[in-house]
Structure formats: structure tokens, C-alpha cells
């Protein structure tokens, strides 16, 4: 799934980092424009770190409770606009 994830965040001009897992405690995450939470599928610790991590950042917080790829692409349609040289880009 996560080069699914990783192909699909391309086609909207995105890039995109896939954390299947809890690992180094998220240190690399950043300041995206956007974090996806997918919140059936990751650990309640999980979430409480990546929100941790954005915290004070300008960093819009989408939470989906399914981690399919019709629900991470109902997420990009919401939050990016296609064509338009803008798309969000972390």
C-alpha cells in the first residue's frame, strides 16, 4: 500500500512520506501543508506523535477513518487543487 499511497500523492503534484509504522518516533515529518491520519489503522500513540510533531506548524490535519485509496483520494481532492500551480507540495 505504501507506494500505492506514494503513486497516487504523485499524480495530485504531491510528494509524499508514508509512515506505516511507528519508527524513530516520527522526527523527520517536517512541516507539510498537509498530514493525513489514518486513524483505524495506526495507533492511538502513533497519532498523538505525529500531532505532536506538527504542532505550531501551518499543517492542515486530515483525519480518515478507512485507509483506502478512494479515502486518501477523497482527502487530496479536498486539499489539493489540481491544475492549479499551487497543489501542496510536502
Known amino acids: 500500500m505504501v507506494r500505492q499511497y506514494m503513486d ?14 511507528k519508527t524513530g518516533g516520527l ?3 517536517g512541516s507539510p501543508d498537509l498530514l493525513v491520519l489514518f486513524t483505524n489503522t495506526v495507533s492511538h500513540t502513533m497519532v498523538r506523535c505525529a500531532l505532536n510533531e506538527v504542532k ?5 490535519v486530515a483525519r480518515s477513518h478507512s485507509s483506502s485509496m478512494a479515502a486518501l483520494r477523497q482527502v487530496l481532492e479536498a486539499h489539493v487543487a489540481l491544475g492549479n500551480g499551487e497543489a501542496h507540495r510536502r
Do not use: D, H, S
Not at 497516487?8 to 509504522?21: D, G, H, M, S, T
Open 8 to 21: 497516487l500523492c504523485r499524480q495530485y503534484r504531491c510528494r509524499a512520506k508514508v509512515y506505516p509504522k
Open 56 to 60: 505550531g506548524a501551518r499543517t492542515q
Open 27 to 29: 522526527k523527520n515529518i
